[in-house]
């Protein structure tokens, strides 16, 4: 009997040891890809000032606690669909396509730079029926890139597909790619920002919040380092064009009328149709957080920045604390907007509810394939608190967080 239960025993600590070993082996090493927002820059711009950090470099802090991780660099104006074009040759290599529909549609250059590439091996077969895939990580108007480009791998675009027989179809629009193991969205405006419900809202705040981060930065506003990558319109900077010279031309131009530009897709309207055409795609995980930093006022209930929100986005901040609009076939905004977190509407952070059926579920293990898990609102953060720029927080402890949280994904 003795002999039976040591035999017994044995065989239970050896389920133990296995299941261990299953549970650690079950996870992934996919890099993370962070992507940067409205206004974003890259590594080399700024003189070094970071946007996933400012004086700090959580992207090294990831790479240091051994998740790899790379920045990826976007036009910080464009549209999310010019956007998504050029993240796809940024991480994969080669000559940005925009589309020959898109371009021609929209009056500009059908191909931009051309890319080295982040992961060149992203999305080739790693064995099992499997390929190499990324997590995207996006803040702001991030969120809304990363969103698109999911879609895009897996879906495609018929129009594209239908216009480009002479063998020059880019891989992006042809579907059926299955790259992206998870999203994960901070402080996005997947319902659009009611800032961005007039351009003549969003523009003073596109020179106010650029001029801010060169303060910041501690940068002469004339020696800004700056390139808003509006190659495709023709809106290269100049060689000795100062950055006010070149910020007064991108200003002037008609690019800010159409609707192929971040203005527009900002807008709540804008999107309202972009949730309408990019699903959330069942095979990926979708993460978000949504910051706030305003606090209510009696009697009206309007919103106001809390002492702690960078002084750049006090006055946007009120202006989305008290605006709203009831217009025929547009967006109706009401008071429910108001919460912000300077930049962009708390309520239109947790995943796109506008134009589209995309399920939001509040964050629980094991997370959901298919539908966003909300963590919910980070109270008390500002629009940029939570990239760590303008903030006392010590972020490196919630990156790491994040990042084991992402590579714990069934492979």
Same mark, same amino acid.
């Given at each position: ?19 261990? &070993? ?21 590594? +080399? +711009?700024?003189?070094?000032?970071? #946007? ?33 074009? +050029?993240? #796809?040759? %940024? &991480? ?5 396509? %925009? ?5 021609t549609a929209h009056g500009h250059a059908r191909y931009g730079r051309h890319f080295a590439g982040l992961y060149p091996a992203w999305g080739t077969p790693e064995g099992h029926g499997s390929v190499r895939k990324v997590h995207l990580i996006g803040h702001s108007q991030g969120g809304q890139t990363v969103r698109v480009l999911t879609a895009l791998l897996a879906q495609g675009d018929a129009a594209e597909r239908a216009a480009t027989r002479d063998g020059s179809l880019s891989p992006l629009f042809q579907g059926g ?5 998870? =999203? ?47 190659? /495709? ?12 010279? %070149? ?18 897709? @900002? ?8 949730? /309408?055409?990019?699903?959330? /795609? ?40 008290? %605006? ?5 076939? /547009? =967006? ?21 509810? @506008?134009?589209?059926?995309?399920? &939001?579920?509040?964050?629980? +293990? ?19 608190? &939570? ?25």
């Amino acid at each position: 009997m003795h002999r039976l239960l040591a035999i017994l025993f044995r065989l239970f600590v050896l389920l133990v040891l296995l299941s261990g &070993i299953a549970r650690a082996g079950a996870g992934n090493d996919y890099p993370l890809i962070l992507v940067h927002g409205f206004m974003g820059w890259g590594r +080399e +711009e700024l003189l070094g000032f970071k #946007y996933w950090g400012g004086f700090g470099d959580l992207q090294e802090t990831l790479n240091q606690a051994g998740y790899r991780s790379y920045t990826g660099v976007v036009g910080p104006f464009a549209s999310n669909w010019d956007r998504a074009c +050029e993240l #796809y040759a %940024y &991480i994969k290599g080669g000559t940005v396509d %925009y589309g020959q529909v898109h371009a021609t549609a929209h009056g500009h250059a059908r191909y931009g730079r051309h890319f080295a590439g982040l992961y060149p091996a992203w999305g080739t077969p790693e064995g099992h029926g499997s390929v190499r895939k990324v997590h995207l990580i996006g803040h702001s108007q991030g969120g809304q890139t990363v969103r698109v480009l999911t879609a895009l791998l897996a879906q495609g675009d018929a129009a594209e597909r239908a216009a480009t027989r002479d063998g020059s179809l880019s891989p992006l629009f042809q579907g059926g790619h299955d790259g992206v193991r998870s =999203v994960t969205t901070l402080a996005s405006p997947h319902d659009g920002t009611s800032l961005a419900a007039g351009l003549d809202n969003l523009l003073p705040q596109v020179r106010a919040g650029l001029l801010g981060f060169a303060a910041l930065a501690g940068i002469e506003p004339d020696q800004l380092p700056y390139d808003f990558k509006l190659d /495709q319109w023709g809106l290269r900077r100049a060689a000795n064009e100062s950055f006010t010279a %070149y910020l007064d031309r991108v200003e002037r131009s008609p690019i800010w009328q159409s609707h192929d530009i971040s203005a527009w897709d @900002l807008s709540p309207d804008g999107a309202r149709e972009l949730n /309408q055409r990019f699903a959330a /795609q069942p095979q990926v995980y979708y993460f978000s957080w949504s910051t706030a930093a305003t606090q209510s006022i009696w009697p009206s209930g309007h919103q106001i920045p809390l002492p702690s929100m960078l002084p750049q986005f006090w006055p946007s901040a009120l202006f989305i604390g008290a %605006y709203s609009r009831d217009l025929p076939g /547009q =967006v109706r905004i009401d008071r429910s907007w108001w919460e912000n977190d300077g930049l962009v509407n708390t309520r239109s952070m947790a995943g796109p509810t @506008l134009g589209s059926s995309d399920r &939001i579920l509040p964050y629980r +293990e094991p997370p959901e394939a298919g539908a966003w898990n909300d963590h919910g609102v980070l109270a008390g953060w500002d629009h940029m608190d &939570i990239v760590g720029i303008g903030t006392l927080r010590d972020l490196r402890p919630w990156y790491l967080r994040l990042a084991r949280t992402l590579t714990a994904l069934p492979p």
